[in-house]
């Protein structure tokens, strides 16, 4: 049995070395298929960033949105001072092993929708969500070993440490309970 088990620990352990070796064989040739960065005021981009890090600070004049890729990456988009278009702008976000945060300004309706696979996809804006009176950003995402984080920031703020933490009034999934008061030892005073 326990000869069993070492064959099969062997060949999981085997079969992931080669795949990991495959997605970066993979990932090397897409790297070469990419598009060039996109310009500052592109309407549209294609930002893609294989086994590197790319970062965006976008001042579209109409932001309609596009794609962002990262495969082993870190990706930064920033438009906070972009202008969205009147219609909305809807960006598809891809992360594979990799990380991508997408900064918007205070009160703009974010929409983040898609799965995470062994990571994580966090709206942390506190905005409302687009609607077709009020367009905003519609954002569709999918992660696999990594993460997506849309946070807001006002123009000319240092952009916060990535950390993947949430606020700390996020913290909690569930409210604080109040606490009890101590108990009171009281020694027993009975007669005898």
Known sequence: MIRLLAKLLGVVIGASIVAGVAGALAALNFKKQAPPRPERTADEIDLVAVMDGAELVSSAASFRGGRVISWYAG???????A????????????????????????GVPVRVTGPAI???????????????QTPGLE??????FGGLQVIASERGEEIPAWTGERDQ?????VPDEPTAPALEVVADVTPA
């Open 75 to 81: 990706v930064d988009l920033d438009l906070r001072e």
């Open 83 to 106: 202008t969205l278009d009147p219609d909305g702008a809807s960006l598809e976000v891809r992360t594979v092993f990799a990380g991508t945060r997408v900064v918007v300004a205070p």
């Open 118 to 132: 062994f990571g994580g996809v966090m709206n942390s804006t506190g905005a409302p969500d687009p609607t077709p």
């Open 139 to 144: 954002i569709s995402g999918f992660t696999l």
């Open 169 to 173: 009034e996020d913290q909690h999934d």
